[in-house]
């Protein structure tokens, strides 16, 4: 795949484990995983699906003979093992019971199990990210920004959101808390804590659909601090004006990923 492709595929592979990791509730709460979102996951991964008794198994192999297997419930365990060792504790037959030991195994699973729900679905997160080659050229970058360009002269709204998802992946960049209120507006900008563990949010790039205008904010702001943010507000809704728009912004978020030394993104 090439790095465009790779790099949406990591966009995909975050957002899928966002969603399943939102499912999982709170240590106080616990909800349904989605389970959907799960499988669509592991199937970017090197995890394989293999049905043994009522169990839906995603297993990795691993040195030693032994394998990571996680079973798709709402617990999401991951055990270090074998499957014939994890069906009989999962999902134990009559003739299994006849042995004290492995009525102790099926009771305590501590010995094999790695992890559960959320910590699970960051283990199959990295081991699908690390399928991918996130390296790049300089030109990847280039043609990046040129695409960027074309979709803002030909007014398509979707591929300048594409484009400013991908930069923002390569930058580090996120989106604003909702709280801020920037309506249909696409933001993305460096987050950081103030002295004060306020949000600094900034420098940032924004872009209005509404009218196909591209901005670019080079201050970080405040977002604790009101009139900082009637001010970003006041950039949304136009009344504003910014120094650096158009196609200037695109060039400046090529030179910042081409401004570093590495040519690979960093997870």
Known sequence: MSFRENLERKIEIDRLAWQVIASCGSAQVRHAVDKVAMQRLLALSSYRYQRERDLDLYVKAVAGGMSMILVLDNELPIFRSTIKDVVVRRSPRTLDLWSIRTIRKILVDSDIKESVRGESVTAVQRDAVAQLDLSYTDADIRNMAVEGMASLAAGDAGGVTEILSLFAELLGYRQPPKHVGLGQAVCYGASASG?????????????????????????????????????????VAGEVVVQMTGDAVLQMLQAKVLARPERMLSV
């Open 195 to 235: 002295p004060e563990q306020e949000t600094i949010f900034g420098p940032l790039v924004l872009y209005r659909p509404a009218d196909n205008s591209l901005a670019w904010l080079g201050e970080p702001l405040s977002l604790s601090d009101k009139q900082q943010v009637e001010f970003l507000r006041g950039v």
